[in-house]
């Protein structure tokens, strides 16, 4: 990206090695999960695949699963026979994710680890550390039960981190909602104060440790993708692009137009503040550097897990979760089979 304005340049370099250099500085490298985006996940297992990874890095800290099934994942990815009952357990029982985590792209990456794995020996093999805090659901009845660990789901990753990979002098690439990463912390209008995310817990002790990395999405203004992938004719797909703070590319995504999802209006202008942190977390403004994946039009969501819709017992104790934190909205079967289409579904409409 190129300009004769005296504003830095942005560059497009291959993404695994962008990302391999970046832990030449950084102990952490963050990148901001777009849930269920099919070439994203096509991404992670391409980065854990390549030799470079379980040589120089070796640990993976990931949304999506819970630190309950930290033995089972642990047991999977190192080779071993785990009954399928047993092992999704490390997907399904997890805090956060409404109605569940459900995209098999992250089934699939525990799979593609352990593959890699197989070829490793046992001490230089990759390890998965699970973030959603430690949750039994057969224990979990009203929301008063659920909700003190709602409120860890940050603080709870940024401990794992500290204690497993930071004090221990590790490399580790964190995969989380990009919102975990919102610099500013979480604006409580209950409480009119700040929570800090998982970054701000993290360089609370450790501040610059990370490397923050958004994945372009494309935005809800299509004059403003064009204007963007205008940029984009000779980069290499995927891509690792950045700087973002000081550069053209930033003065872009500060743009109130190059938002990527419709908000309502604020009510007041704290919320507005906060709502355009959100916006720039998500679009990448605040970022390190931008994942690119290719030209947003063509991105795509993974398939979903067929036993959300099959199994008909789990289907019911997923609803039963999903009440507890959204008691006056429904989730019905033809909900799931929506998102269970098998069907191309594009992230952006076409």
């Keep these: 990206m190129s300009s004769s304005n005296p504003r830095q340049s942005s560059t ?9 250099s970046a832990f030449e500085t950084h102990a952490l490298v963050g990148i901001g999960d777009s849930h269920g985006l099919a070439q994203q996940a096509a991404f992670y297992t391409d980065l854990i695949s390549d ?18 099934a930290q033995p089972i994942v ?15 357990r490390v997907w399904t029982d997890v805090v956060g994710w409404l109605p569940t985590v459900w995209s098999l792209s992250f089934m699939w990456f525990y799979a593609a680890v352990r593959a890699a794995n197989l070829k490793l020996p ?21 929301r008063e039960d659920l909700f003190p660990l709602v409120e860890t789901r940050d603080s709870h990753p940024a401990e794992l981190i500290k204690q497993q990979i930071l004090e221990k002098g590790e490399k580790a690439v964190v995969i989380y909602g990009s919102a975990h990463f919102q610099r ?42 064009e204007k963007f992938e205008a940029l984009c004719g000779d980069w290499p797909t995927p891509a690792l692009v950045g700087p973002v703070k000081g550069t053209l590319l930033h003065d872009m995504l500060v743009d ?35 994942l690119y994946l290719g030209p947003a039009m063509g991105l795509t969501l993974s398939a979903i897990d067929p036993q959300v819709y099959l199994d008909l017992d789990f289907l019911a104790e997923i609803n039963r979760r999903f009440e507890l934190y ?8 033809s909900d799931v089979i929506k998102a269970g289409t098998p069907l191309p579904q594009f992230i952006r409409p076409r």
Aim: charge should be negative.
């Design 326 to 333: 959204m008691p006056e909205q429904s989730f019905s079967y």
């Design 51 to 68: 030799p470079r990874f379980a040589r120089d890095v070796r640990n993976v800290v990931v949304e999506f699963g819970g630190a309950a």
């Design 256 to 290: 109130p137009e190059y938002k990527t999802f419709d908000q309502e209006p604020p009510g007041n202008e704290k919320l507005a503040e906060m709502q355009r942190c959100i916006t720039h977390t998500l679009n990448g403004a605040t970022a390190d550097a931008l």
């Design 12 to 20: 497009a370099e291959p993404a695994i090695d962008a990302i391999l």
């Design 122 to 142: 046992p001490e230089k093999q990759i390890r998965v550390w699970l973030g959603e805090p430690a949750i039994d659901w057969s224990a979990i009845h009203t």
């Design 184 to 225: 500013t912390g979480f604006y409580v209008p209950q409480n009119d104060e700040y929570v800090p995310t998982l970054l701000g817990l993290i360089e609370q002790d450790y501040p610059g440790v990370l490397f923050l990395i958004t994945p372009y999405t494309g935005f809800t203004n299509k004059a403003c993708i």
């Design 74 to 88: 642990d047991r999977f990815v190192a080779g071993e026979a785990v009954p399928y009952d047993e092992l999704r």
